[in-house]
């Protein structure tokens, strides 16, 4: 019993550091969840008198399966990521603070566009970047995990690191600003001021929209492009909430009480770079939306 309670104690402290790790890795909260219990029960059935640094230990064994899971993945979907699908949004409301598990989850700003590049990588790919960019863990380790040299590790996270940097827009990291902007657009759409919207839109911006498995993403590049859909407008009905979504500036559309969408901007040099939009109601209905009234 002293061992079960000094384990359990040991692991709470350390839960929110590795559910950050899972989360990076996966893209998807229920699946980080799933990721961090395993690594619970492997701890509990192990000789733990044998493990020197458990906050280590147990960050690989997070690790470990994160990768299993994302080949299982892989395997079972065959086909590579495709773009559009949108990974899990962590969605809080903006006049509240973020609950310390999901602050730990979004450290370092990995907002949903960083998310997107992630889905992008090999599984190998992803946790080298995820491992040694973002939690400083050496590549001897990393190796250890991946089955390859420590040397073959760092080419897998130079070649994810390229990747990110030629794709992920680097987001303003002022929120203040992130919400002058975001609510400059969401004016100028209201009022169908066309001009006006695409100068707050970089020349380069893609709006991804995931309407859910059975229907293909919609993608619109460039400013004109994404100013006419934008002016489209919104459903008959639907209230806008402003939310934080992986810690950035966005919204929760509602419409009759329930989750239509969730949409997350991110604000680079003072314009819309990207605009990520989860409009599938399946994963909607499994997001923790309790915050908002839903």
């Known amino acids: 019993m002293e061992r079960d309670e000094y384990l359990a104690g040991e692991f709470e402290e350390r839960r929110e550091h590795l559910k950050a790790v899972a989360y990076r890795m996966l893209g998807s909260v229920p699946e980080a969840e799933d990721a961090v219990q395993e690594a619970w029960l492997r701890l509990h059935r192990s000789d733990d008198e044998g493990i020197e640094n458990l906050g280590g230990w147990l960050t690989t064994v997070v690790a470990r399966v994160s990768l299993d899971m994302l080949r299982a993945r892989r395997r079972r979907h065959d086909d590579p990521f495709e773009e559009g699908r949108l990974p899990e949004p962590v969605v809080a409301p903006l006049e509240g603070e973020l609950d310390p598990e999901h602050e730990a989850m979004l450290a370092d700003s990995v907002g ?14 992803r946790l080298a970047f995820v491992l040694h960019d ?24 130079s070649r994810a690191r390229r990747r990110v940097r030629g794709s992920a827009p680097v987001p ?14 969401l004016a100028a759409a209201r009022d169908g001021r066309f001009d006006d919207l695409v100068a707050l839109l970089d020349p380069d911006i893609v709006l991804r929209v995931d309407r859910g498995a059975d229907t293909a993403p919609l993608i619109i590049r460039g400013a004109a492009d994404v100013a006419r859909q934008a002016l489209r407008g919104a459903p008959l009905g639907a209230v806008a909430h402003p939310a934080l979504v992986n810690g950035g500036a966005g919204w929760l559309v509602t ?3 329930a989750p239509i969408a969730v949409a ?7 314009r819309v770079a990207e605009l990520n939009v989860l409009a599938d109601p399946e994963r909607l209905a499994h997001l923790d939306l309790s915050d908002f009234g839903v």
């Open 264 to 270: 997350a901007f991110t604000v680079a040099d003072g």
């Open 172 to 185: 303003e990291p002022d929120l203040r600003r992130q919400r002058e902007v975001v609510e400059a657009y």
């Open 112 to 125: 949903l566009a960083l998310l997107v590049v992630l889905e992008t990588l090999t599984p190998a790919e």
């Open 134 to 157: 973002m939690f400083s863990v050496p590549f001897s380790e990393i190796a250890a995990i991946v089955g390859r040299s420590p040397e073959a590790s760092r080419q897998l996270a």
């Open 255 to 257: 419409s009759d009480g």
